[in-house]
């Protein structure tokens, strides 16, 4: 998860990727009377080399070549920023087909010229897929998963799930708390939270700064290091923290040894972020097998199966996750109902003093 975890660590300082919402194309085009054509055919894929990169590869590369027989070949890079480094690199050298990456990427690549926008005709699953989820980074990128942050709770010492963030605040959990560091964009999303709970909003944060300010001798840590903060869940040191994503730890939150639950339930509803998939201005493979590839990625069961391995929130609505995972991720009923995706563009404009603010609060 390396990579994602970066993506979402630089995330907060690229907030003007704003994810713009689109009207879905009618009608669509039936691609599975035209899924024979691909066998023997090549698609070359970019994605992380992370455990993301691998379920990719298992859950959409993988089931991609049994049903059509199209041969996918993949290339991986050390983070976001690896992948765009390596599409700047290659220039108009038709090199990749289809990218899966962090929005902060897919922004940066649309911006440079370097990406062409998807036919939304080609993808007929996207009628499973909220609009707001569809399409982000100007067009560019198609939703594929979402980064979903909730509350993360000790089980042993949390007996019920938390309905709210206001658990956060509960005086006895006091000095067995931890929170998001500063330049996470968990620390943004937690600030408008903070606001909204205190008679605010993302555009009147300072209510927001003021709540978080009461929780500075509370804290134990700033979580930093997820591995850190599983550790200190499994020696029984913290009771509850966020807003934070289960991606950071998909291993030990699924061990019972660590006592680690999440909850998406909150009354004030869970954060989230896009993450997507593009094509390149310049590739080798053929378009319609580009777009049934990106179809296949949205499609109900693969989405599950993605989700479930990589902790993510699924975007297509009927997705299936597997019984094992749905502990650990939220289901396409909790998405539509309590997922909030923040105005990115409004914030890049206040990223900095936001920081700032943040630091200067839980700082020693």
Do not use: C
């Not at 399409?135 to 939703?143: H, S």
């Not at 996470?184 to 709540?211: T, Y």
């Amino acid at each position: 998860m390396q990579d994602i975890k970066y993506g979402r660590r630089q995330a907060i300082k690229a907030l003007g990727a704003a994810l713009a919402a689109s009207t879905l194309p009618m009608p669509f085009v039936n691609l599975r009377a035209q899924e024979q054509k691909f066998s023997g055919k090549t698609l070359r894929l970019l994605t992380w080399s992370d455990d993301t990169g691998a379920a990719a590869l298992r859950n959409i590369a993988a089931t991609f070549t049994a049903k059509t027989g199209a041969k996918v070949i993949a290339d991986r890079a050390d983070g976001t920023s690896g992948m765009v480094a390596k599409v700047k690199a290659a220039g108009d050298r038709p090199t990749y087909d289809v990218i899966t990456l962090a929005g902060v990427g897919a922004s940066g690549l649309g911006d440079a010229g370097l990406l062409v926008k998807p036919d939304l005709d080609k993808l007929p699953n996207l009628k499973e897929v909220e609009p707001q989820y569809r399409t982000g980074a100007d067009g560019f990128g198609v939703g594929y998963l979402l980064w979903s942050d909730g509350l993360i709770y000790n089980t042993s010492t949390v007996k019920t799930a938390p309905a709210s963030y206001e658990a956060l605040w509960d005086p006895k959990y006091a000095g067995r708390l931890f929170l998001p560091p500063p330049e996470w964009a968990e620390a943004v999303d937690l600030a408008i939270i903070a606001a909204r709970m205190s008679g605010g909003s993302q555009q009147n944060i300072d209510p927001g700064f003021k709540k978080l300010a009461e929780l500075k001798e509370r804290v134990m840590t700033l979580g930093e290091n997820p591995n850190q903060v599983a550790d200190l869940f499994r020696t029984g040191s913290l009771d509850i923290g966020g807003i934070y994503s289960p991606a950071f730890f998909p291993d030990q939150i699924r061990k019972p040894e660590y006592k680690m639950g999440v909850t998406y339930g909150m009354k004030e509803g869970f954060a989230t972020q896009l993450m997507f998939t593009v094509i390149p201005k310049s590739h080798p493979g053929d378009s319609d097998l580009i777009h049934a590839f990106i179809n296949h990625s949205l499609d109900a069961g693969v989405q599950g199966r993605m989700a479930a391995d990589v902790l993510n929130g699924p975007v297509n609505s009927k997705a299936v996750i597997p019984a094992e995972s749905r502990a650990f991720v939220p289901s396409p009923k909790q998405i539509a109902e309590k997922a909030i995706l923040h105005d990115d563009k409004a914030l890049a404009s206040v990223q900095a003093a936001w920081i700032k603010r943040y630091t200067e609060i839980f700082s020693a």
